[in-house]
């Protein structure tokens, strides 16, 4: 099933297409039906654990098409159709994620964090009309600025979980009753046509026009099911995650997979660290998968994660940025936790350090790609030309589930993709070839973003609010170092003449009104007569980062 919004998706070519079908890799089938012939196999078993529900996957499938079945009573929820999300870790988050998928419509998957101007943005660029949200997160917030977004006209009809609806909106208990009855087998999932979009990602963050990942059925179903059999997924699996699930990562390393292992998700509510200890005693977890760098040091630092029973967990994913040898090598011996690391993108590419390598490879590498059918190349920065091994150069990569373009990007996409279909991912990587296999480090980005535990921030959108500031004449966002998230960012700014200074507060002030999500801010100021320019006469962020960071030093010894 098409619509006229997929003259913005750049395809796989037909070759490849029945390579990947050949191979087994590549089913014919949508993602939802592969999802639905999963869940109705393992009908009995458990499924889906919150703290409001714990629910066989005969449970959650029908919930889900309840909810499918009377998503069609909403304006602008049709098959085809994009439909926003904003919601939590929370059981209605699933059950709206896979009711869209029955129905036919394309999840839009944003963080709860994201601003009334990212979901706009993202609204536009996908045509979707219609938002997902959860009232009661973070005190209501959610519920507002989804008031505010069906007043500025950016979605025409929202659906609200957990909370009375509003003029516009639609209870999600309501599209629930709208569904009863529904046999599951009418629902538009099986006319879907596989070859078309079944899920909106994101790439890290937005810009002024969002990079949106278009994840296509049977790539997006193959990249959840390779990273559960490289995993070891089975029935007898139990899933922690604790991070924010509507999003590529919560989707395809946790939801799905779980899903088509027939394993049951424990979803956290948060990365509280007693919340996760208490439920690692409860229900034994022995999987953890993209523990950010920061949620590691975190369990390190906490008496009562030190004083717990960890011993269930076999496999302690930890990605989103480098972890330090030295903390991996205090997990395992301080709290009996041995590190996994791996690296992945909402444009498909997963890295895993393999089950059983050795404490060098776990701890200096992200590993290798997880199905047979993922090429990397490792590029001459700016160019095309391949370098040697242990040398660091640009990390490529082309396969069965990696995205041949971002969604209506025709002018991204012809720098971003090599020729032959190689995404150029903007992060520096080495490639080792040791006894044990050949597997790759990430050594640093290309790219002008800050990493900031586990969610990037796109330099470029925030500097571009900053100088609509009144005081501001002009601005530059560079990433600082952290100890606990690797890097946060710090603005330098120039002010206007005679202008009253911009603090941390003020500036946090100006940005959140336009709508950028709170993660996003700068969380240090500095004020400079003129930004410094290299050679070619753009501002010269190496050597800010540079003067941000001897700053930094100077303070930590001034307190020691």
Same mark, same amino acid.
Not at 116 to 145: M, N, P, W, Y
Not at 197 to 223: C, D, W
Not at 438 to 466: M, P, Q, T, W
């Given at each position: 099933?098409?619509?006229?919004?997929?003259?913005?998706?750049?395809?796989?070519?037909?070759?490849?297409?029945?390579?990947?079908?050949?191979?087994?890799?590549?089913?014919? =089938?949508?993602?939802?039906?592969?999802?639905?012939?999963?869940?109705?196999?393992?009908?009995?078993?458990?499924?889906?654990?919150?703290?409001?529900?714990?629910?066989?996957?005969?449970?959650?499938?029908?919930?889900?098409?309840?909810?499918?079945?009377?998503?069609?009573?909403? $304006?602008?929820?049709?098959? &085809?159709?994009?439909?926003?999300?904003?919601?939590?870790?929370?059981?209605?988050?699933?059950?709206?994620?896979?009711?869209?998928?029955?129905?036919?419509?394309? $999840?839009?998957?944003?963080?709860?964090?994201?601003?009334?101007?990212?979901?706009?943005?993202?609204?536009?660029?996908? &045509?979707?009309?219609?938002?997902?949200?959860?009232?009661?997160?973070?005190?209501?917030?959610?519920?507002?600025?989804?008031?505010?977004?069906?007043?500025?006209?950016?979605?025409?009809?929202?659906?609200?979980?957990?909370?009375?609806?509003?003029?516009?909106?639609?209870?999600?208990?309501?599209?629930?009753?709208?569904?009863?009855?529904?046999?599951?087998?009418?629902? $538009?999932?099986?006319?879907?046509?596989?070859?078309?979009?079944?899920?909106?990602?994101?790439? &890290?963050?937005?810009?002024?026009?969002?990079?949106?990942?278009?994840?296509?059925?049977?790539? +997006?179903?193959?990249?959840?099911?390779?990273?559960?059999?490289?995993?070891?997924?089975?029935?007898?699996?139990?899933?922690?995650?604790?991070?924010?699930?509507?999003?590529?990562?919560?989707?395809?390393?946790?939801?799905?997979?779980?899903?088509?292992?027939?394993?049951?998700?424990?979803?956290?509510?948060?990365?509280?660290?007693?919340?996760?200890?208490?439920?690692?005693?409860?229900?034994?977890?022995?999987?953890?998968?993209?523990?950010?760098?920061?949620?590691?040091?975190?369990?390190?630092?906490?008496?009562?994660?030190?004083?717990?029973?960890?011993?269930?967990?076999?496999?302690?994913?930890?990605?989103?940025?480098?972890?330090?040898?030295?903390?991996?090598?205090?997990? =395992?011996?301080?709290?009996?936790?041995?590190? =996994?690391?791996?690296? &992945?993108?909402?444009?498909?590419?997963?890295?895993?350090?393999?089950?059983?390598?050795?404490?060098?490879?776990?701890?200096?590498?992200?590993?290798?790609?997880?199905?047979?059918?993922?090429?990397?190349?490792?590029?001459?920065?700016?160019?095309?030309?391949?370098?040697?091994?242990?040398?660091?150069?640009?990390?490529?990569?082309?396969?069965?589930?990696?995205?041949?373009?971002? +969604?209506?990007?025709?002018?991204?996409?012809?720098?971003?993709?090599?020729?032959?279909?190689?995404?150029?991912?903007?992060?520096?990587?080495?490639?080792?070839?040791?006894?044990?296999?050949?597997?790759?480090?990430?050594?640093? =980005?290309?790219?002008?973003?800050?990493?900031?535990?586990?969610?990037?921030?796109?330099?470029?959108?925030?500097?571009?609010?900053?100088?609509?500031?009144?005081?501001?004449?002009?601005?530059?966002?560079?990433?600082?170092?952290?100890?606990?998230?690797?890097?946060?960012?710090?603005?330098?700014?120039?002010?206007?003449?005679?202008?009253?200074?911009?603090?941390?507060?003020?500036?946090?002030?100006?940005?959140?009104?336009?709508?950028?999500?709170?993660?996003?801010?700068?969380?240090?100021?500095?004020?400079?007569?003129?930004?410094?320019?290299?050679?070619?006469?753009?501002?010269?962020?190496?050597?800010?980062?540079?003067?941000?960071?001897?700053?930094?030093?100077?303070?930590?010894?001034?307190?020691?």
């Amino acid at each position: 099933m098409g619509s006229p919004a997929d003259s913005g998706l750049v395809p796989f070519d037909p070759a490849s297409r029945a390579r990947f079908r050949r191979e087994g890799w590549w089913t014919g =089938r949508s993602l939802p039906a592969e999802l639905v012939l999963a869940a109705e196999a393992g009908a009995g078993r458990p499924a889906l654990v919150t703290p409001e529900v714990s629910w066989s996957y005969r449970d959650l499938l029908d919930e889900a098409s309840r909810f499918g079945a009377g998503l069609a009573r909403v $304006p602008g929820v049709a098959a &085809g159709e994009a439909v926003m999300f904003q919601m939590g870790n929370v059981a209605q988050t699933v059950v709206g994620y896979l009711g869209c998928l029955l129905a036919g419509a394309r $999840p839009v998957c944003t963080l709860p964090q994201h601003g009334s101007r990212e979901i706009g943005l993202l609204a536009a660029h996908t &045509g979707a009309s219609c938002l997902i949200v959860q009232s009661d997160f973070r005190g209501g917030r959610l519920a507002a600025q989804a008031r505010q977004l069906l007043s500025d006209g950016a979605v025409k009809s929202a659906v609200v979980a957990r909370g009375e609806p509003f003029p516009g909106a639609t209870s999600f208990d309501d599209v629930l009753h709208a569904g009863e009855g529904a046999e599951r087998a009418t629902l $538009p999932f099986n006319t879907v046509d596989p070859d078309q979009v079944a899920v909106f990602q994101l790439s &890290g963050g937005t810009t002024g026009l969002p990079k949106i990942a278009p994840r296509l059925h049977e790539e +997006y179903a193959y990249n959840s099911r390779a990273w559960a059999e490289v995993m070891g997924y089975g029935p007898e699996s139990v899933i922690l995650y604790p991070l924010p699930v509507m999003h590529n990562a919560g989707i395809s390393l946790a939801v799905q997979p779980a899903i088509f292992a027939g394993a049951q998700l424990v979803l956290a509510p948060s990365a509280d660290i007693d919340e996760m200890v208490t439920l690692i005693e409860r229900y034994r977890p022995d999987v953890l998968p993209l523990v950010p760098p920061a949620v590691a040091i975190r369990l390190l630092d906490s008496p009562r994660a030190r004083k717990a029973d960890l011993s269930s967990i076999t496999d302690f994913v930890v990605g989103g940025q480098k972890l330090p040898a030295e903390i991996a090598g205090r997990l =395992r011996d301080e709290l009996g936790i041995r590190v =996994r690391q791996m690296f &992945g993108m909402a444009e498909g590419m997963f890295l895993v350090t393999p089950a059983g390598a050795s404490q060098d490879v776990c701890h200096h590498t992200v590993g290798a790609p997880i199905s047979p059918g993922d090429e990397i190349r490792i590029l001459e920065p700016g160019g095309d030309g391949e370098i040697a091994d242990g040398d660091v150069g640009e990390l490529a990569a082309r396969g069965p589930y990696t995205i041949r373009g971002y +969604y209506r990007a025709a002018a991204h996409n012809s720098t971003a993709f090599t020729a032959d279909g190689f995404y150029r991912t903007g992060d520096l990587a080495r490639r080792h070839r040791t006894p044990e296999g050949v597997f790759y480090s990430i050594e640093g =980005r290309i790219k002008d973003v800050i990493n900031r535990g586990v969610e990037k921030i796109h330099a470029e959108e925030v500097e571009e609010l900053i100088i609509q500031h009144p005081s501001v004449a002009a601005a530059a966002l560079v990433a600082m170092p952290d100890p606990v998230l690797g890097e946060k960012g710090c603005a330098f700014l120039v002010l206007e003449a005679g202008a009253e200074p911009v603090t941390v507060t003020s500036l946090g002030r100006h940005l959140l009104a336009a709508g950028l999500a709170k993660y996003k801010l700068p969380e240090r100021v500095e004020i400079v007569p003129e930004l410094p320019l290299t050679n070619v006469g753009k501002v010269s962020k190496k050597l800010l980062r540079e003067d941000v960071e001897r700053k930094l030093a100077a303070e930590a010894e001034e307190e020691t």
